[in-house]
């Protein structure tokens, strides 16, 4: 099963590792830091053009989606619960 992310971007639910707020991940020190060394390693990626909502952190890389983080982990939790 896969999760939409926003634009183009859709990921495996397996390969989810956490769903975190915009705002909160550029306010933590350790966030921003982590975001830093994602970039300029090439690992994140823009899904659709609007605003960042949220950060999805995957196994090999971050996608900055314009979906809210409330709206992504519904659709992970359908998406669990639909393979069980």
Partial sequence: ??????GDEMVPIQDLIVIMN?????KSSVNSTFL????EKGCVQQAGEE???????????VIVSPIST??????????YFDMA
């Avoid at 099963?1 to 926003?6: T, V």
């Avoid at 409330?70 to 998406?79: E, F, G, M, Q, V």
């Fill in 36 to 39: 830093k060394t994602a970039t």
């Fill in 51 to 61: 605003s960042a909502k949220s950060y999805v952190v995957t196994t090999n890389r």
């Fill in 1 to 6: 099963m896969y999760i939409h992310l926003g």
């Fill in 70 to 79: 409330s709206t992504l982990r519904k659709r992970a939790i359908n998406r």
């Fill in 22 to 26: 915009a705002g909160v991940m550029r």
